[in-house]
């Protein structure tokens, strides 16, 4: 006679099998972190806030903030995205390799050094912090701050030692920062409009306010000829997406707000 009840050693094995599916890995986390032993590179990190009496700098973060907004509207075939990724690759790559030269430049004059062996200065308690951010291009930011907290190591070792007076090291600090700062400031320019390559060729309302706003986007680009080398697959969101992946940019900063120079002096703040 066959009992109408199941075995529960056999429920229990067959539960086990059915949970031993493989399911192939898991996501990948990982963890990236920034480095610098300079307060000059530390300040080009968070930038400051606007003020009655300064106005704002545009740091590291608020540089891959917006960055954020133009790498999901790029995602979503806005060629003003397109557009801005390339300035912000052109920039990034010129101001990378003007760190690059002057740093060249001094390891030169360090190595011409008779008779004295030069150990460039490290910082006892060197700034660390983690990093995450949305695009690679917020990543290159971070290197170009990396490799420019390396050259103000440099560049006061080399005064240190007498190779350079005080107002050309001053002079070559103020204007790599400088530099940077405008790099970082580069995406500011941007406003997501809600446009896509068809919005444009049909001439809608966003689109015009889009070319009053930032101009027309060239030729090459429209057409997806030259782009960044860097760029994401698109996807195309539905209409309502941007309120959910919080594709609303931080508030716009204009040239006059951004300053020419700024008093980056060895020990200032």
């Not at 009496?53 to 995205?81: E, N, T």
Request: charged share 25%; proline share 5%; hydrophobic share 40%.
């Amino acid at each position: 006679m066959i009992s109408g009840k199941s075995d529960p050693e056999q429920r229990i094995e067959l539960n086990s099998e059915e949970t031993t599916v493989d399911v192939g890995p898991g996501a990948l986390r990982g963890q990236v972190w920034l480095t610098v032993q300079t307060r000059q590179a530390q300040r080009l990190i968070r930038g400051r806030n606007g003020s009655a009496d300064k106005p704002a700098i545009i740091g590291l973060v608020g540089f891959a903030d917006r960055l954020r907004v133009i790498w999901q509207a790029a995602r979503s075939d806005d060629p003003y995205a397109d557009w801005w990724l390339i300035k912000v690759h052109e920039v990034l790559e010129r101001i990378r390799n003007l760190v690059k030269t002057e740093q060249v430049a001094l390891d030169a004059r360090l190595a011409q050094l008779t008779a004295l062996e030069v150990t460039v200065a490290e910082s006892m308690k060197p700034y660390r912090i983690a990093l995450q951010f949305a695009n690679p291009y917020a990543y290159r930011g971070a290197q170009m701050i990396a490799e420019y907290d390396k050259f103000v190591r440099t560049l006061l070792t080399a005064h240190h030692v007498g190779l350079l007076s005080g107002s050309s090291t001053e002079g070559l600090l103020n204007t790599c920062a400088r530099r940077i700062r405008g790099a970082f400031a580069v995406p500011q320019g941007y406003q997501f409009l809600g446009v896509d390559r068809e919005s444009l060729k049909q001439g809608t309302a966003n689109a015009s306010r889009a070319r009053q706003v930032m101009g027309e986007v060239p030729e090459d680009v429209l057409s997806g000829a030259h782009h960044a080398p860097l760029t994401p697959r698109k996807i195309r969101f539905p209409k309502e997406a941007a309120k959910h992946i919080r594709l609303k940019p931080a508030e716009s900063v204009s040239k006059a707000d951004i300053p020419e120079t700024v008093n980056d002096d060895v020990g200032g703040t």
